[in-house]
């Protein structure tokens, strides 16, 4: 009984506490993005993953999935480029921050500008938004993630976060990097950042706080994981872990899809036809087959699990096809 009085106060003072904050952060009538719930969202079944014959694919260029209302996830044809690498869009209040750019740079292939503009001139006609403010950022410095970056140097009304090391830890706001956590709020939509190096060492993970998304980038996906350096993504690996005993996870969200729907194989490197893909999102569980890996793994080498590979300072090139 005492309990319950308890439980029935708390949540009384943590109503009056969230509409406060609701009221601070959000114009009259504008979108509210509550973190006290998972705001639901759906995968597709399957993404287009490319075809056999490359020529003969009538696959967009972009394909746009509607998560949920304010959350796209964007995947390059896998036709254009194999890699076909996921991209995020994300809205808030008055502003939509893109991740990542794909890996083509020609519009006339890789029409992205076009594709972002009409996705925020439809989703500010859907929810009477207006004057969008765009964000282009990315997950980390490589090239097949920010091989389109160019399409948006013109465009009006844009951040450009910037393709160096300094620019990113400048925009972020980090001033202890990789392990500070860093809050961030895209228009009433709240965000905590992190640093993930390791793949690369400018890489950061994104945590939102409305979907209960964790975004891991190319530090963590169904494929092969290259570490440049093993200390840095070991320690990235436990950080990620410390973020999800800290705030609720949906799932873990990422850049590609490599592995087949068999345990430990994956495609050749270059395929550009995936039939039977498994999904690209992923579990806490498979985050904690990497936290086991961090503490068993100590030398050079490909290691395979059942939904990674590790490529523990190997060259990008090695592959573990027969
Ligand atoms: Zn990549």
């Known amino acids: 009984m005492l309990i319950k009085r308890g439980v029935a106060i708390v949540m009384v003072t943590m109503g009056i506490f969230a509409v406060e904050v609701a009221m601070s952060l959000v114009p009259k009538g504008g979108l509210l993005f509550p973190s006290s719930a998972a705001a639901p969202g759906e995968f597709p079944d399957q993404w287009i993953h490319g075809s056999k014959s490359a020529m003969d694919n009538t696959d967009p260029a972009v394909q746009v999935h509607r998560y949920n209302d304010h959350t796209y996830i964007l995947r390059e044809n896998k036709a254009i480029n194999y890699e076909g690498a996921f991209m995020y869009v994300f809205f808030g209040n008055g502003v939509a921050l893109l991740i990542d750019q794909g890996s083509t740079s020609s519009p006339a292939l890789f029409p992205l500008r076009e594709v972002v503009d009409e996705l925020i001139a439809n989703w500010e006609a859907e929810f009477d938004q207006s004057s ?11 090239g ?31 001033s202890n990097y990789p392990d500070e956590r860093l809050e961030f709020d895209l228009g009433g939509r709240n965000f905590v950042i992190t640093g993930t190096p390791g793949h ?16 891991t980038g190319d530090m963590f996906y169904r494929g092969r994981l290259y570490l440049e350096d093993w200390d840095a993504w070991a320690a990235s690996i436990k950080r990620l872990r410390a973020m999800a005993d800290d705030y609720p996870v949906s799932h873990l969200i990422n850049n590609h899809i490599e592995m087949t729907r068999m345990p430990t194989v994956d495609y050749p490197i270059g395929t550009t036809w995936q039939p039977s893909e498994p999904p690209m ?11 086991t890996a961090t503490q068993v793994i100590d030398q050079a080498g490909i290691y395979k699990y059942a939904d990674f590979l590790i490529y523990n300072e190997v060259p990008w090139a090695y592959t573990t096809d027969p």
């Open 132 to 142: 969008t403010h765009l964000i282009v950022a990315n997950s980390h410095l490589h």
């Open 144 to 174: 097949d993630h920010y091989a389109a970056w160019n399409q948006f140097v013109d465009r009006e009304d844009t951040t450009m976060v910037g393709l160096t090391h300094e620019e990113v830890m400048h925009y972020w706001g980090f």
């Open 200 to 215: 690369q060492s400018s890489e950061i993970a994104f945590y939102d706080e409305w979907t209960d998304l964790l975004y």
């Open 281 to 291: 999102q992923m579990s806490l569980e498979m985050l904690d087959e990497a936290v």
